[in-house]
């Protein structure tokens, strides 16, 4: 397996102060998908839960509804110069009668760390309709609950300690308790890790979870929200105007700016119980 962190020398200035040292730095390498044997994604990731980010891809790009559409996937022998497996290529058999996306028409399926839409045709290309009703999920979660998530995600990102450039996604029940944790170089990249652990655990859809993301809220961040049934999704930093629509649009409670004491609410605000003012 590729490794998750890595070393490498550094000039250190502080003040006055130089010094030449070691430090870690958070891996980057591309994993490329394919279905059965044919290429149909790309994405520069930290290596790692691979199999879960790859069920979680599959599942919030609508390509599968869950494990049972995958007859199985495995590393390909794809090898540096020296021979070693790189384990950076993942073909995936899906099960008889699940269709195979048509890559060539709406989207090149290139994503980056960075952006996860890259490549998109245009809007309506990536506002893939959920099967699961989020609108109609009656989830309610205390506002101290959610006030305390993003204390609780940074305290279990192991490897952000390490390198301090990773992005987190948690899952929490409504009660505030973890239930999975990943880390990535990329926002949505971490998201399908964890959406993909609950594929392949057969726990869609997330009924009464609330998504936990260290960074902002995009739109795709709140696609694969609404993809994975998810109806609470609480970010650190802003969303942006395309996820606060789409969060309108299919039920979701989109919270952004959540630090510290305070929070905003954009979109169905009825889920949190507020205490009286």
């Known amino acids: 397996m590729?490794?998750?962190?890595?070393?490498?020398?550094?000039l250190r200035i502080r003040g006055t102060a130089r010094t030449t040292r070691p430090d870690t730095v958070a891996a980057e390498e591309p994993l490329e998908i394919r279905l059965s044997g044919t290429p149909l994604a790309v994405t520069m990731r930290t290596p790692g839960h691979d199999f879960d980010l790859v069920h979680g891809f599959l599942a919030?790009?609508?390509?599968?509804?869950?494990?049972?559409?995958?007859?199985?996937?495995?590393?390909?022998?794809?090898?540096?110069?020296?021979?070693?497996?790189?384990?950076?290529?993942?073909?995936?058999?899906?099960?008889?009668?699940?269709?195979?996306?048509?890559?060539?028409?709406?989207?090149?399926?290139?994503?980056?760390?960075?952006?996860?839409?890259c490549?998109?045709?245009?809007?309506?290309?990536?506002?893939?309709?959920?099967?699961?009703?989020?609108?109609?999920?009656?989830?309610?979660?205390?506002?101290?609950?959610l006030l305390a998530l993003p204390d609780r995600l940074r305290a279990a990102q192991e490897v952000f300690d390490k390198t301090g450039g990773l992005h987190a996604a948690g899952l929490f029940t409504a009660e505030g308790e973890l239930v999975a944790l990943r880390e990535d170089v990329g926002r949505h990249n971490a998201v399908d890790k964890v959406v993909g652990?609950?594929?392949?655990?057969?726990?869609?859809?997330l009924t009464g979870h609330v998504l936990m993301v260290s960074g902002r809220a995009s739109f795709e961040l709140t696609q694969k929200a609404a993809m994975a049934g998810i109806p609470v999704l609480a970010a650190v930093s802003a969303p942006s105007s395309l996820a606060v629509e789409l969060a309108a649009d299919v039920g979701i409670?989109?919270?952004?700016?959540?630090?510290?004491?305070?929070?905003?609410?954009?979109?169905?605000?009825e889920r949190l119980d507020l205490p009286a003012p």
């Open 60 to 117: 919030t790009e609508g390509v599968i509804a869950g494990s049972d559409d995958v007859l199985g996937l495995r590393y390909c022998d794809s090898v540096d110069a020296d021979g070693r497996n790189t384990y950076n290529v993942v073909d995936v058999d899906l099960a008889p009668g699940v269709e195979p996306p048509d890559t060539a028409l709406d989207r090149n399926f290139y994503t980056s760390s960075s952006c996860g839409v």
């Open 253 to 269: 409670t989109l919270v952004g700016f959540l630090r510290g004491d305070g929070c905003n609410v954009y979109s169905r605000p």
């Open 119 to 145: 490549g998109k045709a245009s809007i309506d290309a990536i506002r893939t309709r959920t099967r699961h009703d989020v609108a109609a999920d009656g989830t309610r979660v205390p506002l101290a609950t």
């Open 2 to 10: 590729g490794r998750v962190t890595s070393r490498t020398p550094v």
């Open 197 to 205: 652990d609950a594929v392949r655990e057969g726990r869609l859809p």
